[in-house]
């Protein structure tokens, strides 16, 4: 396992740090805890969904203890890259200091999904598993410009 120092620190960032964001950095802490420190937040914290929790622990990813972040909050932490997650993501997510790469892969946003639940349920899921799928080809695929 590397330490700390040689991981390629990502932060995740959507809207609300509700759901995509807060999937993405369960996977990568799950997945690829060994080569990625993970972070998630939101430009506008809105905190974590129910249901995010619930399809991820169907998943056996446990993200019932993580907590809704403003993006402000991580300007002191020395990022490799920040990973937008929604275009309104990458339209109001501040600059960081350093060399921070900037990278953006939209993923339809479940929380606004409206009809029963199954089907609110079922577009969870489908969000999680692209969500896995884009993180299980991380950091490698970073300098592809996934």
Known sequence: ?????????ILFVCT??????QMAEG??????????EAYSAGV????????????MAEAGVDISSHKSQHVDEFA?????????????????CPLFHGDVKYVHRAFNDP???IGADDQ????FRRTRDEIRAFVEALPESLGRGV
């Open 1 to 9: 396992m590397a330490d700390s120092a040689t991981k390629t620190k």
């Open 16 to 21: 609300g740090n509700a759901c995509r964001s």
């Open 27 to 36: 996977w990568a802490r799950h997945l690829k805890s060994d080569v990625i």
């Open 44 to 55: 506008w914290p809105a905190g974590v969904s129910s249901r995010a929790i619930k399809v």
């Open 76 to 92: 002191d932490v020395e990022l490799d890259y920040v990973i937008t997650l929604c275009d309104n993501a990458r339209a109001k």
């Open 111 to 113: 929380v606004m999904m």
């Open 120 to 123: 609110v349920i079922a577009a």
